[in-house]
Each structure stands twice: as structure tokens, then as C-alpha cells.
């Protein structure tokens, strides 16, 4: 069964530093993977996706993620963080044939000023 | 505005009643699920529909009832509210093969 990690509660950086979000998955096969935020009070948003090509995937709002097939990894990464991205950040897999989406656990990320 | 719509946006129920969480797509989408999120526990399925008339049960199915009628809506069913049933519950929708699901904005649920 597909499975995704995000080992880190809750990640910590001042605003204009790099971020990063961890997640490490588990699959059967051809990963399809995905990142989502969710502001306060909202749902769901879409950020990226990666399934076959570039390991490094571009998304919404400046974020971009770093497929890694030998360390299982799919890090949620952005160059200079803003406190707006102050969120909570979901990795995800696909399930083979349906999208059933299997979710990570989640990482609070806070941007202090 | 196209995309998921969820009814409530917030429900205080006590434990045993029971009641209908509403959710509509206009994105005339084929796939269609239920998820509760809880802390500490990301996302997790409760049920999923591939299309109208066909249903079918995720990881957390007990205590939760759905019908897929129509391709627009998708109706979870609480049959007796029970306080582990508290949480906030969140529809999504997609195309067959779609790379990404659309997610409502959520229906936060209180069961005292």
C-alpha cells in the first residue's frame, strides 16, 4: 500500500530564508506525488505535482519540490520564504487507477517577520 | 464560481442524532470523495464514488453512509453521531485520470 512520511510537525524559518518540507514516500510502483497547503479555515489548495520527467517540479506561488527516486523523497522547497506562506503543508501519493489520494500527517509552517 | 461546494460550513449535532453533509461540483467531474481530517492525522478516505450509482468504502467507512444519484452531488450521512465523529470533513472531485483533485472548503463538525 502507498504511504507518505512528513516527519516534521511543525517547521520554523524567518522570512527571507529557504524553506523546506520534508516528505518521504512508500509505493509499489510509478509514484504520483503532490503537494497541497491549507490556509486557516480554507481547504485544500493544489501546489505541484510530479509524475514522470524533470525531478525538479515548479508549482503556484514560488514553490517548487525535488523528486529523489533513490532517498524516496519528495521535499517541498522555496528559495525565500514569506510570512504569508504560513500554512499547513500536505504531501500526498496516488493510488494506482482511482484518485485516492493518501495524505502525509501534515507540517505546520510558520514564517516569523 | 465553478468547483466544490460544501454545506455546512460548521454543525454542533449531539451524540446520536444524525444528519447529511451536502457536497456539489459544476466541474461535471466523474470521481468524487469524502476525507476527515483530524490533528496529527493528516487526511484520511472515508468514501469514494468513480460515478453516479457507484460508491465505494475508504479507510474510515464505519458510522458514515453516502449515495452517488446524481454526477454533481455527493451526500455523506452520518446515521448516529458518535463524538469520535468529530472533526472537519472535506469533499474533492476530479476527472478520471486527472492529476489533481478539487477540495471543498470544508465542514467542521462538533459531536457533544
Known amino acids: 500500500a502507498q504511504s507518505v512520511a512528513q516527519p516534521e510537525d511543525q517547521v520554523n524559518v524567518a522570512e527571507g530564508n529557504p524553506l523546506t518540507v520534508k516528505c518521504t514516500y512508500s509505493?509499489?510502483?510509478?509514484?504520483?506525488l503532490f503537494w497541497y497547503v491549507q490556509y486557516p479555515n480554507r481547504g485544500l489548495q493544489f501546489l505541484l505535482k510530479?509524475?514522470?520527467?524533470?525531478?525538479l517540479v515548479k508549482g503556484s506561488y514560488g514553490f517548487e519540490a525535488e523528486f529523489n527516486k533513490s532517498q524516496t523523497s519528495f521535499h517541498l522547497k522555496k528559495p525565500s520564504a514569506l510570512v504569508s506562506d504560513s500554512a499547513l503543508y500536505f504531501c500526498?501519493?496516488?493510488?494506482?487507477?482511482?484518485?485516492?489520494?493518501?495524505f502525509g500527517t501534515g507540517t505546520r509552517l510558520l514564517v516569523s517577520p | 464560481n465553478a468547483g466544490v461546494t460544501q454545506t455546512p460550513k460548521f454543525q454542533v449535532l449531539k451524540t446520536g442524532q444524525s444528519m447529511t453533509l451536502q457536497c456539489a461540483q459544476d466541474m461535471n467531474h466523474e470521481y468524487m470523495s469524502w476525507y476527515r481530517q483530524d490533528p496529527g492525522m493528516g487526511l484520511r478516505l472515508i468514501h469514494y464514488?468513480?460515478?453516479?450509482?457507484?460508491?465505494d468504502q475508504g479507510e474510515v467507512p464505519n458510522g458514515y453512509n453516502v449515495s452517488r444519484s446524481t454526477t454533481e452531488d455527493f451526500p455523506l450521512r452520518l446515521l448516529s453521531a458518535a463524538p469520535s465523529q468529530t472533526s472537519v470533513y472535506f469533499c474533492?472531485?476530479?476527472?478520471?485520470?486527472?492529476?489533481?483533485?478539487?477540495f471543498g472548503q470544508g465542514t467542521r463538525l462538533t459531536v457533544v
Open positions: 474533492a472531485s476530479s476527472f478520471p485520470g486527472g492529476l489533481y483533485a478539487f
Open positions: 510530479y509524475i514522470t520527467g524533470d525531478n
Open positions: 464514488s468513480v460515478g453516479a450509482g457507484i460508491t
Open positions: 509505493v509499489s510502483g510509478n509514484p504520483y
Open positions: 500526498a501519493v496516488r493510488d494506482t487507477g482511482f484518485q485516492k489520494l493518501v
